[in-house]
């Protein structure tokens, strides 16, 4: 019997530009085999707060009357690309997946919107996160929990689950989330895709709802390491409109993609493999750097000894970051307004307490108490200093090494429900890639392996400020080499 032809929603984004060139498919078929699969699964896996299917529809026909024109067509003409609900995407519902933002339609889009748009990307709608981008579960929405495709009893990672889960269960070719101290890697090792984290200042933060804004960044979700380097292609550059954004040459990150990584000098940092890191993560990452050893890179041990304090300094930076950052809903121009106040000040109080989740008042509350006078330089400044440390870590780092290798996350996807009693316990998801932000460097998370329970195992890869090449030469060698991104999802999660 003849192998059934793969659907076009689970094709990657090179091979349906391929197929589309060639006159194989059409933009609209594209288009509505992507509508079909979110119709079909997107009850389970719950990925999608908005649907933007009608605008989808219009971008495809115009991609099809260019293509009918003989018009060139960019790299990402209709390939099916879904948003993390806290980019600004005109006339589009944009609530962070928080109460506080209900009824808001932002009135603009976000740079990272229209560079998307220049490329005539059919976008396919807006993707559940925790609130405001805080959380490692995507358990934190005020509206509903994203499931893992892999096993729907299992969380899909966060703040961006539900960008991760998307792109894992075929409902978008390509997603876009922000990483704040893990919430790309993470939930692209939960998910078994690739997730990408740029050098901070590589992708205009412009349209971003900000969280934590020295350390907030934009990046894509793919199936494959390729797709990725044509997001970034499509994302990465100069923005005016955003003063952290770095005024720098954007390469071509597809021309770096070759199979070789021969003298290629790969760190690994002892600070990674600790007591409470998963036996079967160990061993797939383990696994995966002798891989790499074998294809031709030189493995060099490191010491990041300032790696201990990562969360504690991350828990003190990013909420003081978001208590100042949050104060701006206070419920007079946009967003929920309580209903009869007695004045002003009860006005905020109730506005505040009805529109934010718990955890985001958790942060507020952690960010206020490390600003407030007589703890700033207790906490708040002596966690700028030991930030700091940590940067000089991978500066010394990296005049030994090109890039340096780590577990994602110390566990496969937890159980929904599983973490939500112990915020402690879930913050201690982001211990492997909290540093990397902090430090502003670019980190991609690739699947490696798989647990006994048929979830994914992630591989981190860090490199040097705004040398992303390196990263994804490296990351497209090993992909080349094994075959983990190509296996499907588990008897338990969503058919293929």
């Known amino acids: 019997m003849a192998e059934a032809a793969t659907p076009l929603h689970a094709l990657t984004a090179h091979e349906l530009r391929d197929k589309l060139r060639n006159r194989e498919v059409s933009a609209t078929q594209i288009a509505e085999s992507t509508f079909d699969r979110i119709r079909a699964v997107d009850d389970r896996v719950k990925a999608y707060m908005v649907v933007t299917q009608d605008a989808a529809m219009e971008t495809a026909r115009d991609v099809d009357s260019r293509l009918e024109r003989g018009e060139p067509l960019p790299p990402l003409a209709a390939i099916p690309v879904g948003i993390k609900d806290l980019i600004c995407t005109k006339g589009v519902r944009t609530t962070c997946s928080s109460k506080i933002l209900e009824p808001f339609v932002s009135p603009y889009d976000a740079t990272v919107m229209r560079r998307l748009h220049a490329q005539k990307a059919i976008i396919t709608g807006k993707l559940n996160m925790d609130e405001f981008a805080m959380g490692s579960s995507t358990e ?37 989330g922000s990483d ?34 020295s350390l907030d960044q934009i990046g894509p979700f793919s199936k494959d390491v390729r797709d990725c380097a044509l997001a970034l292609n499509a994302i990465c550059g100069h923005d005016p409109l955003d003063s952290t954004s770095a005024d720098m040459a954007v390469p071509d990150f597809t021309a770096g993609l070759v199979p070789d990584v021969e003298g290629l000098r790969v760190g690994i940092p002892a600070e990674y493999f600790v007591e409470g890191l998963d036996g079967e993560v160990e061993a797939s990452v383990r696994a995966a750097i002798s891989k790499l050893e074998q294809l031709g890179a030189t ?39 309580t209903d009869d106040p007695d004045d002003l000040m009860d006005m905020y109080r109730k506005t505040r307490g009805e529109g934010f989740g718990d955890e985001v008042k958790r942060r507020i509350m952690i960010g206020t108490y490390a600003l407030s006078a ?14 700091t440390l940590i940067k000089q870590d991978f500066d010394r780092a990296f005049e030994e090494v090109d890039i340096i290798v780590t577990p994602t996350a110390p566990s496969a996807a937890f159980a929904l429900g599983e973490k939500t009693d112990d915020p402690l316990q879930m913050y201690l998801s982001d211990v492997f890639t909290a540093p990397a932000s902090m430090a502003g460097l670019p980190g991609l998370s690739m699947p490696c392996g798989f647990s006994s329970e048929g979830l994914p195992i992630g591989l981190q890869i860090l490199g040097k400020p705004f040398d992303e090449e390196t990263v994804l030469r490296a990351a497209y060698a090993y992909e080349q080499a094994t075959d983990h991104h190509l296996r499907r999802r588990s008897p338990d999660g969503i058919a293929v």
């Open 374 to 387: 007589g703890y700033f330089d207790a906490y708040y400044l002596k966690a700028m200093k030991v930030r």
């Open 299 to 337: 493995l060099h041990e490191i010491s990041m000894p300032h790696t201990e304090y990562s969360i504690a300094t991350y828990y003190i930076i990013a909420p003081a970051e978001a208590s100042s950052n949050l104060a701006r809903y206070d419920g007079m121009r946009y967003g929920h307004r």
């Open 140 to 176: 934190n929405s005020a509206y509903m929990e994203t499931a893992n495709p892999w096993n729907l009893a299992h969380a899909p990672g966060g703040s961006s689950g539900g960008s991760a889960a998307a792109v894992a269960a075929d409902e978008a070719v390509l997603t876009l």
């Open 180 to 213: 704040t101290g893990g919430s790309i890697r993470q939930p692209a090792s939960f998910c078994g895709v690739v997730g990408m984290k740029p050098t901070y200042g590589r992708v205009s933060r412009f349209g971003l709802v900000a969280f934590a804004s």
